[in-house]
């Protein structure tokens, strides 16, 4: 008997390869830039009752998420892999189990490893605005320091 | 140079043990009647522009966290180990990366197993209604299925 139906069960087991039972896999927001790559998203809380949504993002080796700002923040915390990501114009390694904070209006993208995936979880208010693309201008401001023109290698080229 | 001051650091490193850079170690909340036993708390992300907060509980073999209900919504994702849930009259065995919603209004408690931890991340609304704990009427009335009454075992006696 699963007496819990308004909300779907209340358990759903993890299945290998980081997918969960009843979690559709979702195609990563297209843009006709390149500027994200070999990512998949599964929301695996959003409720009418919560005010915070809780998504995977899986990212393949080599691959990387969209760089973007907006006013809602971020909350991630790490769950397998390794990579970097960028958060204003600091690059940080990431391993399982690392808390990154993304401040509201700050720049930022994970990538993963060239030879490891990078798997994560992100907290977002169900309530928040369309994230901001860079313009050339703001990509030249953020590559004219060495260490996130490093970072950003690859990407819009 | 660290440009991220307003909000903290943007990454905390993971440290042995299901710790972080900067997180208190946080007592479990107290009560006369042992209804946990065993079970740490640190509060991962807590921010006034954000609607959830995420924490990180961790459960001692054999221990387990309050038998509550409340209106707010829990939505779980089990990080290590592995012991059993009760959500409502349901009891689950949990795992690695097993994801639990505990509906509003709805008894739950988590239980390490004998022989193993049980860590888990914790989402909640930020602004949230005070836990409920069970009257002996509720607990008689819980412990009269029998599934329930063997998850139960050992705490109130």
Chains 1, 2 share one sequence.
Request: charged residues 25%; hydrophobic residues 40%; glycine residues 8%.
């Amino acid at each position: 008997m699963d007496e819990i139906t308004r909300k779907g069960p209340a358990h759903r087991k993890a299945q290998p390869g980081y997918r969960w039972d009843g979690v559709e896999l979702r195609p990563y927001k297209e843009d006709e830039r390149a500027l994200f790559r070999s990512i998949t998203r599964q929301v695996l809380f959003s409720d009418p009752d919560m005010h915070g949504e809780l998504r995977y993002f899986d990212v393949a080796p080599g691959g990387f998420s969209t760089l973007e700002r907006h006013e809602h923040m971020h909350a991630v915390v790490i769950l397998r892999g390794h990579g970097q990501c960028l958060v204003g114009h600091e690059v940080k390694e990431i391993a399982p189990h690392d808390l990154v904070t993304v401040p509201p209006w700050t720049w930022h993208q994970f990538r993963a490893a060239a030879d490891a995936p990078l798997g994560f979880l992100c907290l977002v208010n169900a309530a928040r605005d369309k994230p901001q693309l860079p313009t050339e201008a703001d990509l030249a401001e953020l590559k004219a320091q060495p260490q996130v023109a490093e970072f950003l290698r690859g990407m819009s080229e």
